[in-house]
């Protein structure tokens, strides 16, 4: 009986990000029988431009590698109470400080791949810790510095590589980096596609924090923080110690996400690549979707790269617009929406039982 109690509980992050996108496809087909398309056809589609292949499941993996760093380094942040909404700055400064490193520091390959790494993830850590200390010194809410960090981070960013940094070597003079030299990009997983080593740095960055959260002091310590705040302080947990290690890890997830793109995907840093596609966001849903959950994150992500690359090859082959994904998309918002205000009236029930009022 115990054993069953625990399986529930270790299966049901895994098991809302399913449910979420069932609701999800549910509501997609009703659009688009509206459109007059044939919703098993659409949906068939959509499946083979997602996993019809291999190079489709390869390239489906490719776009979740970003999501789920991000997600993962955002699900960490939530289970310690905080959030983190800068991810997107974060990934833009760990880019950039990753192709500049890659770039300038002199070295043989292996070794600029590490130092790059380093620096991403060093980049985007520092950056999320602006928001912390600032929430530690002077009480500004996370949500609001996070947020407004971002601006900040990716204004910057397009400063350096349309200024300092821009590569003038071509006529169109692009605002972004030179290429990086080859030996410093990350190994393809599979020759002639577009899968690289990042995918294997998102899956097991997620199953470590899955093992730190389960079975780690530090772990406990952010999870009983972000359950319990006040139990925490009376159990002797430091708040601002745990704020600042989550904060800083959360972000540096994130700088690794954009260090992951420029070594494995873009080989440079070119302005609006990496916030265009949405990575932060969809990050985020992932995260909220799974309850935080790092496997359950890195399922949802997945999940979420498919719909999209799924998108893509529907709008192509039939008359469904790209569109649908969105919509498809929206009601997982509204999921969502719909969990976190049924747990905020669960507990001001229980608030209430116990105050003797409803």
Known sequence: MKLQRKLQQSFRGLAQPLIAVLIGILTG???????????????????????????????????????????????????????????????????????????????????????????????GGLWALIAAWMEAKFKVQLLISTLLLNYVAVLFAGYLVAEPFQDKTGSAALAQTSMIDQSAWLPKLFPGMSLHFGFILAIVCAGILYFILKYTSAGYEVRMLGHNPFFAKYGGINKTKVLFFSMFFSGGIAGLAGTAEVLGSQYRYVEGALTVPGYAWTGLMAALLANSNPLGTAIAAILLAALQTGAMGMERNTEVPLEIASVIQGVLILFISAKFASNWWNVRKKAGAANGSV
Do not use: C, H
């Open 29 to 123: 087909a009703l659009a688009i029988s509206m459109i007059g398309e044939s919703v098993l056809d659409t949906y068939k589609v959509m499946w083979n431009g997602a996993f019809g292949s291999f190079y489709f499941v390869t390239a489906t993996f490719a776009r979740a590698t970003p999501i789920i760093l991000i997600g993962v380094g955002i699900a960490l942040a939530f289970r310690a109470g905080v959030f983190n909404m800068g991810a997107e700055g974060q990934m833009v400064l760990g880019a950039i400080a990753a192709a500049l490193t890659a770039l300038y520091i002199p070295g043989p390959g292996f070794v600029k791949i590490l130092l790059a790494l380093l620096a991403g993830i060093l980049a």
